[in-house]
């Protein structure tokens, strides 16, 4: 007998179904670190004031007050304190004696800042503007979050987290010629058949940051990243006694025996610098 034989109601085939739960890469909040080399020599005298007013009027909140995260919409002053020269060479960041940090939701906010404090500096600045995204993280299920990001350090005052270290990366064209599930290995522990560990991979070899440093990474606006720019801008801020924790994990990240991704990485300058709450202190 077949098998529908005195069925009456309709015949459902769901072999055509198919799920659209395809998660969205879309950004979530945009960014920009806009660097300069300059002095109250050679910046004009209204341009602390124009950007104050600027911050009222897109209605950024100053980082250095934060507690609990970062503000939705945002600015911030770090002054220079040293740089390092990386692989990849960029005068206008190394040299920089000032950066200032915008985000917001809309791109247009950010847009706007970057312009207008190009324009309040006068033609005799350039600045050096490293722009970015935030995406949904790509290599991160349930249990990598809950390892890597669940207890991660929210954005403090400056006053508590006044190290900030801002360092731009990119990878070689090696690592995107990887199938993606390739390069996911990288980031994890890899294992003998014995169960030891041959190398810890990015996971663990940063771990002793987790508890510390607050971390942020901006990736390009578009999907592939355009000539000039870097694949990821990494920043970090923390308090005093751990600026020696962020300089082991860096050193355990570029230990290519501990971390077989970093012979994918090119570094651009390390800059290290100090929140503070004012334009005035940037000069002080």
Known sequence: MHWTYGYLGPIVLCMGLRANDVRSTEPIRNGAYVCFKGSPNTIPATAGAAVLALTDRLELRNEFDSEGGDPQASYAYLRRVMATPGEIPDDGLEQADVMLHVAAPSPGQVAEFCNELERFLGPQIKPRVLRGVVRPLSYTGNAMHNFSYAHRVLQQPGTVMPNAFLIPVSKTPGWWEKHWMERHTYFLPRYDDEGRVLHEGHALAAAAGIPCLLRR??????????????????????????????????????????????????????????RVATWDELFG
Request: charged residues 25%; aromatic residues 16%; glycine residues 6%.
């Open 217 to 274: 990474t901006y990736k390009p606006q578009a999907e592939s990243t355009p000539a000039g720019q870097y694949d990821f801008v990494s920043y970090f801020e923390c308090a005093n006694e751990d600026v020696p924790t962020f300089h082991s994990v860096c050193a355990a990240l570029r230990d290519t025996e501990r971390n077989p991704e970093w012979r994918f990485v090119r570094e651009g300058p390390t800059w290290q610098g100090r």
